[in-house]
């Protein structure tokens, strides 16, 4: 089934394969891989669309390694549609689910870890979002912390409220959304501890042939913090995972990602002094020989079918964003 669908794009990939000459790379940025698609993280692929999108990208496209495209990059070298495959924060799913997909299409990819969560940590919007999902009352109440009152009693609805807390909280300084994500803990039973990457777990996953790189300890807006402070989120993430995996951390992912808000000039040259060779935003984009190699563009592929997939890549193949 999945062969002919692939198979139906053909045609498209007719038309894409005259996009090479213009050497460019599309660096595609995913959090997880769930077991089945939640209603509570509609953003994320499942282990069936992870599949489809890497059949298609490995019939269709060049996926390399990342060293291998910023070095084509940089050159000037890089083959026709190329593509290259970045996870962001460590999740456990990455191991578990995306891991073997990737393995099974021979395919590999970078990983991009916020330490401060590994071994049963969790980050704040994971805590929203599975604090609402386990609530059981019709609504959720957070005047308390200075929010609004949610009506939780469909999955519609559940969606929405955590939807709307993580925006209303995301840019609150740190002490004020730790109380809110404390509030919303308070509100349930339990919520779950291995939503991230174990050490052993990251450790597994590097040595299956994944690149590991750097985002920060707690993955703060780093835009927001002190210049010492962000310096410390950056150098402790760095020196704990290249003592863990006993290597040297090539790369970089900016935490949220969109320059201006999330970060600064100033935190591009502390990445560029800290030994990196490379760094990404998530400014929506494709990468060429123009790119700054310390703040290169991503994309996160969210479109559900692969024609759309396919026609999403060839559209910013051309126009580049
Ligand atoms: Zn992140």
Not at 12 to 31: M, N, P, V
Request: hydrophobic residues 40%; glycine residues 6%; neutral net charge.
């Amino acid at each position: 089934m999945l062969s002919f669908l692939l198979g139906c794009l053909q045609p498209l990939a007719t038309i894409a394969s005259g996009l090479g000459k213009d050497k460019k790379l599309f660096i595609l940025i995913y959090h997880q891989v769930l077991d089945e698609a939640d209603f509570m993280r509609p953003g994320e692929v499942d282990k069936q669309a992870f599949t489809w999108q890497m059949a298609l990208l490995s019939r269709y496209f060049n996926v390399l390694p990342l060293p291998e495209a910023l070095a084509g990059l940089q050159q000037g070298t890089l083959p026709p549609r190329a593509v290259t495959i970045t996870f962001d924060d460590g999740y456990a799913d990455n191991l578990h689910n995306a891991v073997p997909i990737l393995k099974s299409f021979g395919l590999s990819a970078t990983f991009f870890i916020a330490s401060g969560y590994l071994d049963g940590g969790r980050m704040w919007n994971d805590t929203v979002i599975e604090a609402v999902r386990a609530c059981s009352l019709p609504q959720l109440d957070l005047t308390a912390i200075g929010l609004t009152s949610y009506d939780i009693d469909t999955p519609q609805k559940k969606r929405a409220a955590a939807q709307q807390i993580i925006k209303a909280i995301k840019h609150l300084p740190y002490p004020q959304r730790l109380e809110c994500t404390r509030y919303l803990e308070q509100q349930v039973q339990s919520l779950p501890d291995d939503l991230m990457l174990t050490s052993e777990q990251l450790i597994q996953l590097q040595k299956s042939g994944m690149e590991i790189g750097g985002h920060t300890v707690s993955h703060p807006i780093m835009a927001k913090l002190a210049a010492a402070d962000a310096k410390a989120e950056v150098l402790d993430n760095q020196l704990f995972l290249q003592q863990l995996l006993a290597t040297k951390l090539r790369y970089f992912a900016y935490p949220n990602g969109k320059p201006g808000d999330d970060y600064l000039p100033e935190h591009r040259q502390l990445i560029a002094d800290c030994g990196y060779q490379a760094a990404f935003s998530t400014r929506w984009g494709v990468a060429d020989k123009h790119s700054d190699i310390w703040q290169l563009p991503r994309f996160t592929p969210w479109d559900t079918t692969p024609l759309r997939f396919m026609l999403r890549l060839i559209r910013m193949y051309k126009s580049g964003n």
